[in-house]
């Protein structure tokens, strides 16, 4: 019943342009407030596609933190006023879910978990390994937004403790030494994707 509901929403996204979700031309550089506009009309298309059914808010949220990167109040408000639903139940659903972020994320999250079996073998020292080496309390993006860290309660892999989850994938029994190896490994990637520019 769930793959087919997948398969349904894959479907029915499959009705939007490509060319409409990648803003036109790739060699148009357009403005800061043509981009805003394509993103809000993108989200247009989605909400037009998902409100036809009762209880799609948060697939509506998922899909507009896809496209803005994170759910600022104003794109929360816009929902709020497209889907007439309450300004007060869509912050509920961004405030409760740990998924939304209503502040802009890095490329990278680094999560750290802090459940009992990682606190007990040394979470605390990975996180203050990522504090000091990125400048960051954890909840923080670095400010070329490239990292941002996280601390997360129990992910269910205590016998990999300790854990840091880096875009969803998992690194068990880190040590302080593989983080910063991981940290410059992405930094190496970017350094990489920059000189190809």
Sequence with gaps: MAQEKYLNEKARESEIPESFVYGGIP???????????????????YINLYTKEPGQLIIILQKAQDIFGHLPEEVQTYIAEK????????NGVVTFYSLFSTEPRGKYTLDICMGTACYIKGAQELMDTLKDNLQVDAGETTPNRLFTVKSTRCIGACGLAPILVVNG??????????????IQKYRKGE???SKKH
Excluded: C, W, Y
């Design 191 to 193: 350094d990489s994707e």
């Design 83 to 90: 889907t007439g639903t309450p300004v007060s139940e869509v």
């Design 27 to 45: 060699e148009e550089k357009p403005d800061e407030k043509k981009i805003q506009e394509n993103k809000f009309s993108e989200l247009d298309r």
């Design 169 to 182: 994938e998992v690194h068990g029994n880190a040590s302080s030494g593989e983080v910063m190896k991981i």
